[in-house]
């Protein structure tokens, strides 16, 4: 099996990992009874389609993949894809494949309208005892390394981002318990059968409903059109905003180069508007 070069450059800091994937992708199609086609050419995660199933495989420090499985899972299927099967151990996951697969962002389609349907079922409420990473948990420590990595880095761009950024983790909700996804977006919502869209690749935590405008805002062209739906569905527009900001704020930064992601931080700039 071609394991895709983008992949082996992203994890090239896991060679194990890598080397290991040939044997796991033997032992799972085994176990699972997979006949494996071609690899999707992705760079975060080894995703291979088989047959009405897609099999997905996550790197050993992809930290936030940790429990892509059971935010599938607690979904159930509504709005999303289903959970076929999982292999915790070999960080695996069996999901329905999504046929044609289409992502959103190539539909040429009103994106908001369309996520506007789907979020409203997504983001469910969480009872304790619950698998998923606490935001709040998450805020407290990027207060620490935001700021740290701004200092460290010689203060490379406007100080406003950092400081919103700060005040929205020192601010967070310790007691919102709602399933949001930290990368929903038209790229990881796939045209299907069973339902028109479904969400795949959810990277979940418990927390702000308001955390949910990530991905959406990342990815924006028009900041406050997408505003105005977060708030139609009753939303903080500014909470949402500010979270915009703060979360990507806190994934631009490279541990590996230990740098900023240009990209990443121009994304929070348009954001902050
Ligand atoms: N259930 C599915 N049905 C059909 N195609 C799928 C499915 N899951 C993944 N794919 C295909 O594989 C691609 C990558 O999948 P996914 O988003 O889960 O991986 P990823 O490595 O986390 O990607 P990225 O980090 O780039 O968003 C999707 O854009 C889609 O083309
Ligand atoms: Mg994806």
Redesign the pocket.
């Given at each position: 099996m071609r394991i895709p070069d983008a992949?082996a450059v992203t994890w090239a800091h896991e060679p194990e990992w890598l080397a290991a994937l040939p044997g796991l992708l033997e032992e799972l199609a085994d176990v699972w009874g997979l006949a494996l086609e071609e690899p999707?050419d992705?760079?975060?995660?080894?995703?291979i389609?088989a047959g009405d199933?897609?099999l997905?495989l996550?790197a050993p420090s992809h930290v936030e993949?940790d429990t892509?499985a059971d935010a599938l899972a607690r979904w159930g299927g509504e709005g999303a894809?289903r959970l076929l099967a999982r292999d915790d151990e070999r960080r695996a996951l069996l999901?329905?494949?999504?046929?044609p697969?289409t992502?959103l962002w190539d539909a040429g389609l009103d994106e908001a309208e369309v996520i506007a349907a789907l979020l409203p079922r997504l983001q469910v409420e969480l009872r304790e005892p619950h698998p998923f990473t606490r935001l709040a948990d998450e805020a407290d420590r990027w207060a620490e390394d935001v700021p740290r990595w701004y200092e460290a880095s010689g203060r490379p761009f406007e100080r406003v981002l950092v400081d919103l950024a700060v005040d929205t983790y020192r601010t967070v909700d310790r007691s919102a318990s709602w399933l949001v996804n930290q990368?929903l977006h038209g790229?990881?919502v796939?045209a299907?059968e069973r339902e028109p869209w479904?969400v795949?690749?959810p990277k979940p935590l418990a927390g702000e409903r308001e955390l949910e405008a990530s991905g959406l805002l990342r990815n924006a062209d028009d900041v406050s059109r997408w505003l105005d739906m977060l708030a139609g569905l009753g939303l903080d527009r500014e909470r949402a905003r500010a979270w915009g900001v703060a979360h990507n704020l806190a994934w631009a930064w490279d541990e590996v180069r230990h740098d900023w992601h240009e990209n990443h931080v121009a994304e929070a700039r348009r954001i902050f508007g």
């Open positions: 992949l999707v992705t760079p975060h995660s080894l995703v389609p199933a897609v997905k996550n993949a892509e894809v999901v329905e494949r999504c046929v697969g992502r990368d790229g990881n796939l299907a479904l795949i690749d």
